[in-house]
């Protein structure tokens, strides 16, 4: 009788094992996923755009990392990583893994994504950052947590390196952070546009040094930048630059006042002036350059392979005494770019160069800033000082009065509108935007305002008549084009006092002649838009 | 693999502004059964970029160490080993990097190239190689990746990703995955006692 039992007895075990093995397939435990995460010490809002893309720099500045490997002898199904910053950023996921397998690590870069509202932060702050893993079938108690602070510095200020302290060996690692130098240079803020706007109009009487790429041109528009703070009698001043530690990273912190500070507040530390020469710069279409070297900062610009400096300090203040001409600044300048060039030859570390249109590509972009009619109105009391006119009617000026072309979109999904392509949301049109060229029917721009797509009816027979009427338009307010013409596709340059702005666009048949829709950015903002370009021009049917 | 060519402007770029004549380096990635993999660079220079190289980073391997690391966000590294061969100017840098495959809501393994229409040619069946000379390098260095994938990959193929980018996606069964302890225990008893049974039956038959 046992020797029938017990076998059965083993088989009948074997059995339920058999079966249990399929009910419970046992759960991984929290205690088995091994999260390691590696973070930023400091993070400064005015580079939020660099820190918000991976492709920036090379994906270089990030919130943290996280390294997290399964150590359990279960597949885990679909791990979901996310983090929040309260009162930032709300819950966001990072990835979703498919599948991880026993063994396996996930390393996850988090690219944070501020509101546009963190330039406003005028204070800094330690911020606390959390980071939540979990996966299919995971209990609330199995879901890991993580939690680390970093500090949060004000939009002034400048973190001049984010390597560890004891890793430090040399001066460049000191000044690792340098080219995010480029984010204090805003050449789209309103205020500095303004500024620009009245430079090149009321104190130059006319500025081409983009469009010639004469550098004759190009000094006399930085000789003219140096006028214009010197009239305006700017001073030189310091301001807050002191070193700060967190755990692991001890840099000098610099207050920066951003370039609209400069101009209004009539006073600038080197670095602060060579940001708002930048500015102006860019602005204007020429490539700025800020040449760094040991305890001082000065600005210039790159044309034709040719690089120029002015000391913009040389205003100095009627307190201070000793205040440069714009040609005896001009001379400092370029014998201080000597000295740069002959020390960076000899491969001294501490003479480097920012060329910002260069960062810019790399995706170091500048901060959104809103338009002030407060600060407008100090440009206009500047620009009195210049010359006791007034100041330039800016087209660009926000304004409920009657008669304005614009019309603001409702800010909801992409539209197909009549002019032959879709509009993105939050995108402004304006109707007949220049009285003098009837052939534009419309501009809408791009909430940055960097991108822009034009619209041309022209009573053409053929593109070519089309193409050589809007140029024939455009001679007439001293700008040039560049375009070739594939099928119905036109490809092209514009050459103007603002700079080059690329595009590309598309000839539509329409009653009575040609349709043109065209889209693009300044030649430096390209590549960044390129795939926002990419999508309006796919739209124009 | 813009990771990996980041790693690679490091370890040369102070080399190629200097131009002495074009350099070769090879890389070699071999992917693990957990998609982790080892990566060995290895260079042969000329007297004047043997110099340069001392001089930027090979006198400073933490330094080197650092600077991969910040270049490479998407990975853990881990384990460098920098041999130096100041006889023949050559160095060899080994390093672990972990996540270097990530595995898609299908379950398709996946490596990034993070190259456009990526010139890949097949040496084996699980071994791959891709020649480049990255121009923001001037031209002047020749890079040759062999990606070697493990024995248990399957149906390897080069797909694009959503931006165009050329992506290699295959199958791979983790070995260790969900070994059930249970299940293997419950078989062998039920195997056990049957043939048990069975062979008490037999011998009461006969």
């Not at chain 1, 501020?114 to 609330?140: H, L, P, Q, R």
């Not at chain 1, 510095?153 to 952070?177: A, H, L, Q």
């Not at chain 1, 370029?334 to 910002?356: C, H, N, S, W």
Request: hydrophobic share 35%; proline share 4%.
């Amino acid at each position: 009788m046992n020797s029938r039992i017990t076998p059965i007895i083993v088989a009948a075990i074997g059995a339920i094992l058999l079966a249990a093995s399929f009910v419970f397939k046992g759960n991984a435990s929290g205690d088995d996923i091994n999260v390691v995460i590696e973070k930023a010490d400091f993070i400064m809002p005015a580079a939020h755009r660099v820190y918000a893309n991976p492709q920036a720099l090379d994906g270089k500045y990030y919130l943290f990392k996280a390294k997290i490997k399964n150590n359990t002898n279960h597949s885990l199904e679909d791990v979901r990583v996310r983090y929040r910053i309260p009162g930032y950023i709300d819950w966001t996921e990072l990835t979703v893994s498919g599948q991880m397998f026993p063994g396996q690590t996930l390393v996850v870069p988090c690219y944070p994504k501020f509101d546009d509202k963190i330039t406003e932060k005028s204070t800094e702050s330690i911020e606390k950052a959390e980071v939540e893993v979990s996966w299919d079938g995971a209990s609330k108690d199995d879901i890991v947590e993580e939690e680390f602070s970093f500090k949060f510095t004000n939009r002034n200020e400048y973190v001049y390196t984010g390597i560890k302290k004891e890793e430090i060996s040399t001066w460049s690692d000191m000044f690792d952070n340098n080219a995010l130098i480029a984010c204090f240079v805003t050449p789209n803020d309103p205020i500095v546009k303004y500024y620009t706007q009245n430079l090149q109009e009321k104190l130059l009487k006319g500025e081409a040094a983009s469009v010639t790429n004469k550098p004759e041109d190009g000094v006399r528009f930085l000789a003219g930048i140096y006028e214009g703070t010197r009239a305006s009698h700017m001073v030189y001043s310091g301001t807050k630059g002191i070193p700060q530690s967190t755990e692991d990273v001890q840099s000098i912190v610099q207050q920066i006042r951003l370039p609209r500070e400069v101009i209004t507040g009539n006073t600038g530390l080197c670095i602060e002036l060579s940001c708002l020469y930048a500015s102006v710069l860019s602005a204007a279409g020429i490539d700025p350059i800020i040449y760094m070297v040991p305890g001082h900062a000065y600005p210039g610009f790159k044309m034709n392979g040719q690089y120029y400096a002015i000391e913009a300090t040389g205003i100095n203040g009627e307190g201070l005494g000793g205040i440069m001409g714009a040609e005896e600044a001009f001379k400092k300048g370029q014998e201080q770019l000597e000295t740069f060039f002959k020390q960076a030859q000899m491969g001294d570390p501490r003479y480097t160069l920012v060329d910002i249109h260069a960062v810019n590509q790399q995706g170091v972009t500048s901060m959104d800033l809103k338009d002030d009619q407060f600060l407008r109105g100090k440009v206009d009391q500047i620009v009195a000082s210049w010359s006791g006119g007034a100041p330039v009617q800016d087209n660009n000026k926000p304004s409920n009065q009657g008669g304005s072309n614009r019309v603001y979109t409702p800010d909801n999904n992409l539209r197909t509108s009549s002019l032959s392509f879709s509009i993105p949301s939050g995108w402004q049109t304006h109707m007949k935007p220049v009285p003098q060229m009837p052939i534009l029917t419309a501009q809408v721009t791009s909430p940055d305002q960097l991108t822009t797509v034009s619209i041309y009816d022209i009573p053409a027979g053929n593109v070519q008549q089309a193409l050589n009427t809007i140029e024939q338009y455009f001679g007439n307010f001293g700008m040039s084009m560049q375009y070739q013409i594939n099928g119905n596709t036109v490809v092209g340059l514009t050459y103007s006092n603002a700079g080059t702005f690329n595009w590309m666009g598309k000839a539509l048949n329409k009653s009575g002649g040609i349709r043109l829709v065209a889209v693009g950015s300044p030649d430096y903002a390209f590549g960044q838009k390129s795939n926002e370009i990419n999508t309006i021009y796919n739209s124009i049917r | 693999m813009k990771t990996l060519n980041n790693l690679l402007a490091i370890c040369t770029l102070l080399l190629a502004s200097i131009g002495y004549g074009q350099i070769q380096q090879k890389i070699d990635m071999k992917i693990d059964a957990v998609g982790d993999a080892k990566i060995t660079i290895s260079m042969t220079m000329n007297g004047q970029q043997w110099q340069t190289w001392l001089q930027s980073v090979g006198n400073n391997p933490a330094a080197l160490k650092r600077d991969i690391e910040r270049s490479m966000p998407a990975y853990f590294l881990d384990d460098f080993k920098l041999d130096k061969n100041d006889m023949e100017r050559s160095f060899t840098l080994s390093m672990n990097a972990y996540g270097v495959c990530k595995v898609d809501k299908r379950g398709n393994w996946i490596i990034d190239t993070d190259q456009k229409n990526a010139n890949l040619t097949e040496l084996t069946s699980h071994k791959y190689m891709l020649v480049s000379s990255p121009p923001e390098l001037g031209g002047t260095i020749q890079q040759t990746y062999t990606i070697e994938f493990p024995d248990e990959a399957k149906d390897i193929k080069v797909d694009k990703d959503a931006f165009g980018k050329s992506v290699f996606k295959f199958k791979m069964n983790n070995s260790t995955a969900d070994f059930n302890m249970l299940r293997w225990a419950g078989a062998l008893l039920l195997i056990v006692g049957g043939a048990w049974f069975t062979k008490n039956m037999l011998q009461k038959s006969s």
